[in-house]
């Protein structure tokens, strides 16, 4: 399996913008991937897809802030957070899902896992 390194984690308070980026060790040609995030007490969720062809979803709470970017040039996931607000404290995770071409964040299954990246947002 590929390893999947996160950065970009921070703490910073509401308002601010960061970026969260996902290295992969091999990159999941035509493959979905996405952004995950888990909050203390709270089960993970997803947060944003990004399809093998292309294609990019969102959850309704991030929807508008986020913006989900492949370069597989770089092979590299970036996730730019911008709005911040405290709910959208978590350990944010990067996934892929080498079973799936066409997916959106209510159908991807993730199958590799990074080890996360902290980003807590004071209000």
């Known amino acids: 399996q590929a390893r999947l390194e996160e950065s970009g984690g921070d703490s910073v308070q509401t308002g601010r913008t960061l970026w969260l980026r996902c290295v992969a060790s091999?990159?999941?040609?035509?493959?979905?991937m996405g952004w995950f995030r888990q909050a203390k007490g709270r089960q993970r969720e997803a947060v944003a897809a990004y399809s093998g062809f292309g294609h990019t979803t969102y959850a309704q709470s991030v929807e508008g802030r986020f913006t989900i970017m492949r370069d597989s040039d770089k092979r590299t996931l970036t996730l730019i957070m911008n709005h911040l607000k405290p709910e959208d404290t978590a350990m944010y995770y990067c996934?892929?899902?080498?079973?799936?071409?066409?997916?959106?964040?209510?159908?991807?299954?993730?199958?590799?896992w990074g080890q996360g990246t902290q980003v807590t947002v004071s209000s």
């Open positions: 996934a892929t899902d080498l079973q799936t071409t066409d997916c959106t964040i209510a159908t991807m299954t993730p199958d590799n």
């Open positions: 091999e990159w999941p040609m035509g493959h979905c």
